[in-house]
């Protein structure tokens, strides 16, 4: 064989960034123990602050968590954007706003008091500005959701980007998940839920155990809301009252008239 016949491809550059968040998110693909030889026999990380030292700006996928609540983090993100041929979302934070958005719900001065107690003067200068998705600032090509995301949605969308095909991540309701889980609806226990509108992929997993669906996945595309509606008021609820729940993760897209 000829020794230029013995060239490998050069492996793609991948990154990960990290802006307003708990960074959970890039821990679960850190997590990914049994597929991480796998993964780094096919890419190259050029920058991954929470598991290596070297920071490259040579990448061609980035993916991208936390949102942006600073001034500073717009023109962070806008230079990633610049760089990365693909830009992925990974996690609510980043591709919903996530929880960062609930401080928009309140006057800055009174979310500094409940963070900070009687330290909030000390904080008053801050560079804070209302939370938001990523998407409110750059084109994002994908979007991994979760709070956190799943490993196997993390696996599945890298796989398909290096295969050059786009992620296939649900576009239907939680409560498909659920009903595939044999769980019994929590409307029947006397809860609310808003897994009929939620984005599913999450194997309903908080139902599973216990709890109700908090919409952490973000909205399906097109959310049948006439006919969560109707589920409601056969239970005595209103749309507005439950899609308040949405608040907690989904707080940007239901207020972002108001930014
Ligand atoms: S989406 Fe949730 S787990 Fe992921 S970084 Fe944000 S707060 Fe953390
Ligand atoms: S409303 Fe909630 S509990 Fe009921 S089926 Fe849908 S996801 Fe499950
Ligand atoms: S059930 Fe709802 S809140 Fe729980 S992980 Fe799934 S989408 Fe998120």
Redesign the pocket.
């Known amino acids: 064989m000829q020794p230029n016949a013995m060239k490998t491809r050069a492996k793609p550059k991948v990154a990960f960034f990290s802006f307003t968040?708990?960074?959970?998110?890039q821990l679960q693909a850190l997590s990914c123990e049994d597929e991480l030889p796998d993964i780094l026999s096919l890419v190259d990380i050029v920058n991954f602050r929470e598991a290596i030292d070297e920071k490259r700006d040579d990448y061609e996928i980035a993916f991208i968590?936390?949102s942006v609540s600073r001034t500073q983090e717009i023109e962070e993100v806008k230079k990633i954007r610049e760089k990365a041929k693909v830009v992925v979302a990974l996690?609510?934070?980043?591709s919903t706003g996530?929880?960062n958005c609930l401080k928009n719900r309140f006057p800055m001065q009174e979310a500094q008091k409940v963070v900070y107690g009687d330290k909030a003067k000390k904080y008053k200068h801050l560079d804070t500005i209302p939370a938001r998705p990523i998407d409110a600032v750059i084109h994002v090509d994908y979007y991994i959701h979760?709070?956190?995301?799943t490993k196997s949605e993390f696996l599945h969308a890298l796989k398909s980007l290096l295969l050059g095909k786009k992620p296939d991540i649900p576009n239907y309701p939680v409560c498909v998940d659920c009903k595939m889980a044999g769980n019994v609806c929590v409307f029947e226990k006397g809860m609310t839920c808003v897994g009929p509108v939620t984005r599913a992929g999450c194997s309903a997993i908080c139902v599973t155990y216990g709890c109700v669906c908090w919409g952490c996945r973000g909205l399906v595309d097109n959310p049948n809301i006439e006919a969560h509606e109707e589920t409601l008021k056969r239970y005595g609820l209103t749309v507005d009252g439950v899609l308040r729940s949405f608040d907690l993760y989904g707080g940007w897209e239901r207020h972002k008239e108001n930014k």
């Open positions: 968040c708990c960074e959970g998110c968590e936390g996690g609510a934070c980043s996530g929880l979760g709070c956190p995301i």
